[in-house]
């Protein structure tokens, strides 16, 4: 494990050291390789963590796909009301300042709520799931009902994309 993170940091460090050094990819690039830095020190120091890292980091990559997916239905549904490429975007905007208060609400709540409820509201429970994984206080059950949750709202939104996509009267809408 230890090999893999010394190799992964170094080709991500030569990486960003080619010919695109300011933009936005190198500065993700200098986070991803700050967090395999410190996983490396972390499992470097405290090896008998490193099962339990391991399955916070499943854990963690979980509720980021899932979160991920949620996200890209709904702008992909608010999208397709869109007529234009302006409209979309601003379509988008009142979703991404939700987002971003989502985000937010985390550094202001308890480390990880431990109702289920909070975890059936899509968004908000990747927030209260990440925030118990940092926290080292994660509620199992509450990240199975998140991903299950965060599944559900996936599908639906795909489902009436696919109704949307073909109905003629949205996608040739003038």
């Known amino acids: 494990m230890r090999n893999f993170l010394y190799r992964m940091s ?4 030569r990486f960003m050291y080619g010919r695109n050094g300011a933009d936005q990819l190198n500065t993700a690039l200098l986070a991803l390789y700050l967090v395999i830095w410190l996983l490396e020190v972390l499992l470097a ?6 099962g339990i890292l391991n ?12 979160t991920v997916l949620v996200m890209v239905t709904i702008i992909s549904l608010l999208s397709a009301f869109a007529k ?9 905007v009142p979703f ?7 985000g937010i609400s985390g550094m202001f709540g308890s480390s990880g709520e431990q109702r289920l409820w909070t975890y059936c509201i ?3 429970n ?9 926290s080292f206080s994660v509620l199992p059950a509450g990240v199975a009902v998140s991903l299950g949750v965060n599944a559900a709202v ?6 009436v994309l696919a109704r949307m996509f073909n109905s003629e009267r949205i996608i040739f809408a003038k």
Request: hydrophobic share 60%.
């Open 154 to 159: 996936t599908l639906a939104g795909v489902l």
């Open 10 to 13: 170094s080709s991500l460090a």
């Open 122 to 124: 899509p968004l908000y």
């Open 96 to 102: 991404m300042l939700l987002v971003m208060l989502l």
């Open 45 to 50: 120091r405290q090896a008998l963590a490193a």
């Open 55 to 66: 399955m916070l980091s499943l854990l963690l990559a979980a509720v980021i796909l899932s």
């Open 126 to 134: 990747s927030v209260q799931c990440m925030t118990g994984i940092f």
């Open 84 to 92: 234009t490429i302006k409209e979309a975007q601003t379509y988008a």
